[in-house]
């Protein structure tokens, strides 16, 4: 069964933290680059981190040294650790796999899955 659960999304101010969770299907995690993506009102979802099996990371200009992508192999769990928050930051956070660890603009089309997203919203 396909499983990608996103939590720990909330309000908080600018330049607080969050740290986002994702539990996953081994069917999605397993041997899988895995990625956050984010989807702001009227913009198209994007990756703006992305971990591969072992632990190779790249970010999106926008979030890079501000947020922290980590995974656990042996529990299908992705993280996402979110510091010094701003309010373009806003958005619905998803995880999923990725095709490689490039970050940018995705077409939602080209994924046969994905979950409920957690929103993030920061105010200013």
């Known amino acids: 069964q396909v499983q990608l659960v996103e939590s720990g999304g909330g309000l908080v101010q600018t330049g607080g933290s969050l740290r986002l969770s994702c539990a996953a299907s081994?069917?999605?995690?397993?041997?899988?680059?895995m990625a956050w993506y984010r989807q702001a009102p009227g913009k198209q979802r994007e990756l703006i981190a992305a971990?591969?099996?072992?632990?190779?990371?790249n970010y999106a200009n926008s979030v890079k040294g501000r947020f922290t992508i980590s995974r656990d192999n042996s529990e299908n769990t992705l993280w996402l650790q979110m510091d010094n928050l701003k309010p373009e930051d806003t958005a619905i956070y998803y995880c999923?796999?990725?095709?490689?660890?490039?970050?940018?603009?995705?077409?939602?089309?080209?994924?046969?899955?994905w979950g409920q997203g957690t929103q993030v919203t920061v105010s200013a």
């Open positions: 999923n796999a990725a095709w490689s660890v490039a970050a940018g603009p995705v077409s939602t089309s080209e994924y046969d899955y």
């Open positions: 081994g069917s999605i995690f397993n041997d899988n680059t």
């Open positions: 971990i591969t099996l072992y632990g190779h990371t």
